[in-house]
């Protein structure tokens, strides 16, 4: 009994002892996240279309595309891979950012 007790005590702070940041001091992106938001800025003012959505996944090299209308409310669960643009009421993209 006593030996369960030390083990739940330890465990969480062997867990945090194995967490990683990064550089800029947040949480470290898991290896399987393949969205990297940098490249997709560069399509800020263009219009938002099929084919600038195509272009802005191969950019940042996403699986998936999230399209967020002006005005709209987006979940804010992160999802490994994806890419989320906003664009506004002229379909110009606003923003571009992995989530």
Do not use: H, K, N
């Not at 465990?11 to 997709?40: Q, V, Y």
Request: hydrophobic residues 40%; contains cysteine; glycine residues 12%.
């Amino acid at each position: 009994m006593r030996l369960t007790a030390v083990l739940l005590l330890a465990a969480p702070l062997a867990l945090a002892a194995c967490t990683t940041t990064a550089p800029d001091g947040g949480p470290a992106r898991p290896a399987g996240d393949t969205c990297r938001a940098e490249p997709g800025q560069a399509f800020i003012g263009q219009r938002a279309s099929v084919e600038s959505g195509a272009a802005i996944m191969a950019a940042t090299r996403s699986t998936r595309l999230r399209w967020v209308p002006p005005g709209t409310m987006v979940t804010m669960e992160y999802a490994y891979g994806r890419v989320t643009v906003g664009y506004d009421s002229g379909y110009r993209i606003t923003s571009v950012g992995c989530s």
